[in-house]
């Protein structure tokens, strides 16, 4: 296993994620235990440390079947993160209830990790309302010993992410991404990345695989790849790109069998990082994937003066893209909640306006209707 320094300790690079541990009958609240408890036995022995857990994950279960599998091994011989669920904006006061809740449910006296949850468009204005009392009383939690290192995940855009650290960066230890080769430049991931460069704080990586599809290219995808290392695995390919950046500690993978833990677990064995030559070749995938499934929109914005709805056009596409690339997903709609309903895909009125003017003479009326019809709005 690699291991990778943080603040004194060694950090396995391979965490464990459990938002998709093995399930019953296709039911994501019933976790198959079972399973789960061979793949922690298996990850423990080959040195796996970090585990990482959250109030949602499996409509609640996850931290609690994650309680009781970590229960049987020494407290010092694992580090722990969770969550604080600003994904929901119902909890924003109850941050207090929520995390003594967590300690039980977890079977733990202390968290060695814990995030603010899925920093974004839809609740960025609700995480630095200072009412709330979530960054005094998490900052609290720290001071007691319950909290031993703080740090955020975030799903939202660089303007999102930078308004969060002006507000509350010094106190942030770490940032959780969703990062992978195809965000790289798709999600600008590589301008977050150097945005938490400048704030000095390493990245910790979720998604790495974006949801198993970098482990489902296609052959001919994949043949460029293949001809630069015959014995690498589309998944294998993903994670050295991550070997790759130098402000990666953790990649968490969402491991659903004990095979994609064993497959897992022998990539990271070595340090592979790719050479520039490889680089290129996995980015010229990336692009090859994105041709296939996105409006080629410059954000130029000549169409933004000639809409009569006010539209901020290339944003909406950019989640247009978004939800296109991902096969539907959150991310999109949990953007789409910070816009009044105005200023929303469906507020176009297919005048058409903005495609005289646009240079790459995209047919944005018939995206955003598209938009429209995969919302199910």
């Known amino acids: 296993m690699i ?23 296709g039911d ?16 423990m022995k080959n040195g796996v440390n970090y585990y990482d857990t959250a109030w949602g994950y499996h409509g609640g279960q996850s931290e609690v079947v994650m309680g009781r599998l970590l229960k049987d091994y020494p407290r010092e011989s694992f580090y722990l993160a969770t969550k604080f669920p600003g994904y929901d904006l119902s909890n924003m006061d109850k941050v207090e209830e929520i995390f003594e809740e967590q300690l039980k449910k977890c079977q733990t006296d202390y968290f060695d990790f814990y995030l603010f949850h899925n920093v974004c468009e839809m609740n960025i204005d609700a995480y630095l309302d200072k009412s709330h009392g979530i960054h005094r009383y998490l900052m609290e939690q720290k001071a007691a010993g319950r909290i031993r290192h703080l740090g955020f995940s975030a799903h939202g855009s660089y303007e999102v992410i930078r308004r969060f650290l002006e507000a509350y960066g010094k106190d942030m230890e770490f940032c959780q991404l969703q990062l992978n080769y195809l965000d790289w430049e798709f999600q600008g991931a590589k301008s977050k990345v150097e945005l938490l460069r400048e704030w000095n704080l390493p990245v910790w990586v979720m998604e790495p695989l974006r949801g198993g599809q970098l482990s489902r290219i296609t052959p001919a995808q994949a043949a460029p790849l293949t001809a630069l290392r015959p014995g690498e695995t589309p998944s294998a390919w993903a994670f050295r790109f991550l070997q790759t950046l130098p402000d990666v500690v953790v990649t968490l993978s969402g491991m659903s069998s004990l095979p994609q833990m064993e497959e897992n677990l022998a990539t990271f064995g070595e340090e592979k990082p790719l050479n520039s030559q490889e680089w290129e070749a996995l980015m010229g995938v990336a692009h090859g994937m994105l041709r296939e499934n996105v409006l080629p929109c410059t954000a130029c914005r000549y169409c933004v003066s000639h809409c009569p709805q006010g539209l901020d056009i290339p944003t909406l596409l950019a989640l247009y893209n978004e939800h296109r690339v991902s096969g539907g997903g959150f991310i999109a709609p949990m953007a789409l909640m910070a816009y009044p309903e105005d200023k929303k895909p469906g507020a176009c009125i297919g005048c058409r306006s903005c495609e005289a003017v ?20």
Request: net charge negative; hydrophobic share 45%; glycine share 8%.
């Open 3 to 25: 291991y990778k320094d943080f603040q004194g300790m060694k950090l396995s690079a391979l965490g464990m994620g459990t938002m998709r541990l093995p399930v019953v009958d």
């Open 28 to 43: 994501d609240s019933r976790i198959d235990e079972r399973t789960a408890a061979e793949m922690v036995a298996l990850a």
């Open 358 to 377: 646009c240079p790459q003479q995209i047919k944005i009326s018939e995206g955003l209707a598209d938009f429209c019809k995969l919302l199910g709005a």
